[in-house]
């Protein structure tokens, strides 16, 4: 039997893939027993010898105290240490914001197989599952909807390339002479925003939760009331334990008018992110609990990303409680991140646009109109480089959405838009802020998108005007921030 039937599995942590292989039914390899013995702090993973699909090709080597120390295994054409961490006595892997570069590197392999792309062909999916589907005109009959109309989008997405691309170019431009790596940016590269690491939350889980405490209590009488109530009835599950599974979302429990979130704290600003990202959206349930018909309580999925996304911005005034020293540091990063995001979210949506009008496209060809649609959204990142799955253009096939979720990753574009214009509110008058998200939030699934903004009195991210006010505010924002001691 052929070594690529037993790819059984993939594990995803943050942007980080490991493919984990099983060869005639045992597991390769881990570390060999003088690794054990050394502390060798990384996983000895085999790959798939590409010129034998017969052959497990294991871990030939590693640094141990500076020094090279061969592994166990020989004969080996390829080689991966790949570094991880241990949170709660488990073992999580190191993420590509370490500052550390070859960790950094080794953060962003991908070892693409080609049996694993004739399984995934989006061609194949196109025919397979959505039979006569010809174009984003017919994806109606397939069962597909788009929650905006086709030319709204178009509007949208010729605004990102006008005005927000060139500002998040310049983001990371100083980035780069910040780092001290040439532009444009090598993938792993791009993920490390400060040498000296990105921001890092201070104090325990349970130090905050107690932050989040003291934000939504500041925050509103309506916030104060629900956290408390979240913490009191233990409605948030976010330490990573034992056979936990992984991920973090929120959920509702409608026979209970409760709202309920699911995380894996890991020491990283994500921790963060839960107490207000997943906060946002049970926030927003919190508030439409007892609507009626429930069907109402929640709107389309663009909208509800509003309630999350913003509510992050409005964490902006407890980031010293919640970061300590980092808190400037989070707060530059967060708004390069949102809108660095918009751009490549955008990219996604135009790709598969592409994909449905024209479904016969080859593989090669399918790489390179992405490889041509980087060169519009992100010219940040080198088209080269020393990884073939990302310099070849194959790196769409990590975004998970274009194969399940077809035409939905423009909704998270759409709602960091909105988010963004909150931010710009934030900025000027928090007070008047908060008002226009209670207002936006109280509607509910009552109206659509568009039909909510307007009654909050909010920009549509379809009218220009839109990106063009935040892109301004940002880019002041941005040149006026001081970094004087952040590394």
Known sequence: MGFRSHLLSIYRYNCFEIYLLFYHGRTVPPCSEQCRKQNCNSFHIGFLSLNNPDRVDHCAGDRVNGEDRPCAFPAVEMIVCIPFMIINGHIRPVSPEVPD???????????????????????????????????????????????????????????????????????????????????????????????????????????????????????????????????????????????????????????????????????TKGDVEVVTHEAGHAFAYWINRKRVPMAYQDPSEEACEVHSMSMEFFGWKNAEGFFGPDANKFKYSHLSAALTFIPYGTMVDHFQHIMYEKPDLTPQERHAEWKRLMGVYTPWLRLDGEIPFYSDGEHWQRQSHIYECPLYYIDYCLAQTVSLEFWAMIQKDPENAWKHYMAYTVQG???????????????????????????????????????????
């Open 445 to 487: 699934g009552s109206r659509t998108f568009v039909e909510l903004l307007k009654h909050a009195d909010l920009k549509t991210p379809f009218d220009e005007e839109c990106l063009k006010t935040v892109c301004e505010a940002a880019k002041t924002w941005l040149e006026h921030f001081d970094l004087t001691g952040i590394a």
């Open 101 to 267: 570069r070859n960790q950094q590197s080794v953060a962003h392999v991908v070892f693409f197989i080609d049996a694993l792309q004739r399984k995934c062909d989006i061609g194949n999916i196109v025919s397979n599952r959505f039979g006569g589907v010809r174009g984003i005109g017919d994806l109606h009959l397939a069962g597909i909807t788009h929650h905006v109309l086709k030319e709204d989008v178009e509007q949208f997405r010729l605004a990102v390339q006008k005005y927000l691309v060139p500002v998040a170019d310049s983001i990371m431009r100083e980035q780069a002479k910040r780092i001290g790596k040439p532009y444009p940016l090598s993938f792993a590269d791009s993920s490390l925003e400060f040498r000296s690491g990105n921001p890092r939350p201070v104090g325990t889980a349970q130090d905050i939760l107690e932050q989040g405490k003291k934000f939504y209590d500041a925050l509103s009488p309506e916030t104060s009331e629900f956290f408390r109530t979240m913490l009191n009835e233990e409605l948030m599950d976010v330490l990573s334990t034992e056979g936990k599974q992984g991920g973090g979302y929120c959920n509702s429990l409608p026979m209970y008018e409760r709202p309920f979130i699911f995380a894996n704290f890991n020491g």
